[in-house]
């Protein structure tokens, strides 16, 4: 999400699946949409028979690529030479759309001094700093006059604006370059730039599409950076038929981070307060090996600005210009609708003290190595198995053997709840020597609660309740509402300053009368969580206040105000619920051309975001063919086919006075109304941890040097290295030659909780297996079909051979690589059952999202046994 | 048609009275089809679809992220069916393997029903009731938050957390699930490492 919300503002994709019918080009690449987001696909086919241009670049042949015009092989791990040489193609041909570039990005501001780029300082930015493996991030800031306004150079010729930095840093991405490290043919390469420059300008746009082939990679949002760069110098974002589509894997993944589950984020993308600690001075641990929690006895000192307060935290968190600047009061009705009355006291200081703060990396994988250090005594699982869908699967499950107790909610009885007594074939599990106790609690289905999912383009849309749940199943809804309701009545007499949080939560979502026909009494009302998620009218002018339950809906975020007088648990999803009886997640009238009235989008209901773009700097659209929203002269607003993302009044013509704030502070013709400047972020001066350009380095594990720097793989990815469940090969190892990627198959999901217990699916999938190209297993001695054992340094598992073409060797620098690609489906429950790929995979994280890299790592792969089965 | 359709049909055709049929009543077999009136047999007026009378719950795929909007048919209090929602200007009724299996994902007899529990150290699972699991959750959750608590750091900030608990949520959990979980769990027990698949 950072690769798209530092670039455009907004960590969601910009587009919806259904307008790629107006596309001329369609670019797929770090995913497999045809197999993975089938129905999402057949838009891109309805456009190709429109006449786009469909291009997949993809380590592996699949039926994306069989039904693309164009298909590229690539090398797993390389995305950013092959990108970044087109950027530096579109800079030296100056074969950028130029105005939208001019107007819209950043290109001619101009970076401060002391900035110094990867190709001054061999791989690493300027404030690198090497004991801590961290970038302090000031330099790369942009040069600003006294006020603190950015300088530019609408000429382009300053050698430190931004387009001059960007001409220097891609210099050496080359044609060439691309052949080299990425093993795709120059003709080729050349083939995909023309098709998207023939197809992007003013007559023409085209789209790009990616999911977890760039996201899992330890540099992957800077990847999905270059994508959205490369959109922004072809002009096609905010456009119809244009846009970045990021594909999402699950069916509310965009929801879990709009209203998320997630340790740094409060909702609507508001950080979670910090009170960030690093290791002191006297005893600086590189960042690889820094661990969750502080190590006793450990000096330790304090990093970033102060938040300990409300006031400190909208300082350092905040920004005076663009919509970002209403921060306090989606803030202030937060805390409003989580404490109540309490959230009044002092301007919200008291409730703001309530949020704990953070103090290191809590994601995922880091508590898991916390986990496995015994620091972690309690663990909730909603759905989800890390026991054989989370990286280095077989760790996972001895941190899982560390913890006191665990509370498991699935379907099925799942690896992560039989841990304790069951593993994959060859590893025995001895249940008296594991302490864990276990809850398991059999959960609803999706057709067994309402509810609402937000899908892949942040369109919200409501279920209805079908049946009950059978026997004692539940929805985690009811399961977090009671578990609350018991610990709120366990503290209820705390005379603790410390348990005040617990008993000033606002916590009654009983239903008014009980659910006709369910056997269910206790479900809590769904409805109104929707409604304090949209937000209500806390208290009145008159001072009255009103709970959620009386209160009156808002009808959007514009009227969220700063003093306590309204509450709202998600500002982005304001709007939603706007007034009773009137759940827009849960319209559906599918009429229209971006179907304004099937479900609600956030925010505000716009379809394709930062749509000003769609019109040239004076609100006329940039053509006829590509009209989407232009300013209406004679009624002097802003129309179209769309939810205007811009302020409905405001003229292209409008140039702010000096010293505006908010949103006044951008001009009329400023897009990106989310960044501070008003401007897409071609160069990124705040907002990533890895740099504020792209830059190339090999995957954690790869098979060849990287030719660029001597840095090899992302300066600031935390390896583990010491850890010995975390080996890595080295470059060059002779023992894993060979590049392997997983991906997923159309018949399953994840690990299988979902899928390997359906009859229908397993017939259709019934087994792992690996595909290996003829080549490679000419080499081994594997004949299609044969058992085969895979191998990293963390593991080894079994799977079939699939002898195929749609796997190719790559010629790189006169040296042929070979890769392999295996789905992830499997596990030691289930109807079918098989190994875990994700014993294969290491745990080292990516800086900004803490992702592991599943899709480009080393293996080798040998005959198991002989003979077929 | 397939021999067991055949002895199917022969079946319902014998269980029938014998009768011969006026022109008329040959007429009024017809049935309208788009435009034009077709003849139809007796026994295929009398088939209907299993989701004829059947109540239709408007829903939405658990699987991926594309939102495919799905009809649940509902009769007896029973899921009959589920199919992709014609309607959906995102799917158009159509739905890929996974979204067309998902009544199996929902009406399976793996599923679990009851509690189950495992105490430290025993080599088998307990069936339990949900209250006895909720409560002793619930104090598992006291315990271990008053036990590992902490209000300061060394260095005198305020943190007001604990580390020892965490959460790790799938993507297929609604909004609203999201929402009461970041509520209670951040908001109020003060535990940060609460998580998704989205990080994944």
Redesign the interface.
Known sequence: MPGLGTTFGRGGATTF??DLVNSDCILIMGSNMAE?????F?NVVKAKERGARVIHIDPHFSRTSALANLYVPIRAGSDIVFLGAIIRYLLENKAFFEEYVLHYTNIATLIREDFRDTEDLDGVFSGYDPETGTYDPTSWDYERDAEGRPLSDPTLQHPRCVYQIMRRHYARYTPELVEQVCGVPRALWQQVVDTLVANSGRERTSAICYAVGWTQQSKGVQIIRTAAMLQLLLGNIGRPGGGVMA?????????????????DL??GYMP?PA?L?APGEGTRRPRSEEV???VAGEE???VGP?Q?TLAEYIAAVGQKTGWWANLPAYIRSLLKA??GSYADEENGERSY???????SD????A?SY??LDG??????????N?AA???NARMQRKALAQL??L?VR????VES?AF??RGPEGETVD?????????????A?????E???????R??????????P????????W??????K??KA??ADSPHE?DL??K??T?D?ERETPEP?SRILDEPD?LL??K??NGYYARSADGKEYCLREASHVPDFTVLKADGSTAC??WI?SGVYPAPERNRA?S?D?SGYT?PN??FAWPANRRILYNRASADPQGRPWSERKKYIWWDEERQQWTGYDVPDFPLRKPPDYTPSPGATGIDAHSGSDPFIMKPDGKGWLFAPSGLKDGPLPTHYEAVEAPIANPLYHRQSNPVARYFRDRPDNRLAAVGDERYPIVATTYRL?????SGP??R?????NA?QPALFVEISPELAAERQIRHGDEVIISTPRGEIEARAMVTRRLRPLRLNGRIVHQVGLPFHWGFQG?TRGSITNDLTHMVLEPN????EAKAFLCDVRPARRGRR | MSSRKREEAEEATAARPLLVKTLQEVADEALEIGSKRQPFSAESRYKAPRIRDARV??????????????N?Y?KD???ID?EGNP?????HG?????????F???V?P??????????????H?EEK??DW??????????E?RDA??V?R???G????????????????????????????????????????????
């Open positions: 699946p259904q993975a987001h089938p129905v999402a057949a594909l999402r894997g699950h069916a509310s993944i965009q929801g879990s981070t709009d209203v998320p589950t997630l340790y409060l909702s979670q009170a600690l969750q929690a502080p330790m000192r304090p102060s300990q989580w404490y003290r309530f949020l704990p703060k953070i103090i809590h994601s995922h994988l508590t916390a986990m620091k972690v005594r309690g663990y909730f699982l909603f759905g989800q890390p869908g989370s990286t006191d107790w509370v699935d379907l099925y009885e709840a304790w007594y249940p008296r020597q594991i302490k864990t106790e276990v809850f398991l609690l059999p959960a289905a999706s057709t067994e609660k509810g609402s999912f937000t899908n892949t383009q369109l919200l849309q409501w279920r209805d309740k079908a049946v009950d059978p026997g004692d199943a539940r929805s985690d809804l399961f977090v509402y009671h578990l609350g018991r610990l366990l503290y410390r949080p617990i000033a939560l916590w979502y026909g769904a969580v929707l304090e998620i648990g998600s999803y849960a559906r599918p179907f099937w479900g159309t018949e399953h999901h994840l979902m899928t217990w359906l009859p229908w699916l259709l109807k999202v803490s992702i592991e | 719950v408007h829903s939405v795929c658990p699987y991926c992220a594309v939102g495919c909007g799905l649940v509902v209090g029973q899921v589920i309607d959906s200007p995102i799917n159509t739905l890929c393997p996974k979204g067309a299996a998902t199996q994902y929902t399976n793996s599923r679990l029903t009851r509690v189950l529990y495992r105490a430290p150290y025993s080599d699972w009731s949900l699991a909720m409560e002793q959750i619930a104090l598992r959750v006291k271990t590992t608590f209000e750091l060394a260095d900030r305020e943190v007001n957390h604990t580390l020892a608990m965490a959460s790790l949520g799938g993507a297929t959990l609604d909004v609203e699930e999201n929402y009461l979980m970041k509520k209670l769990f951040t908001g109020a027990l003060g535990i940060v490492s609460i998580e998704n698949q989205a990080r994944i």
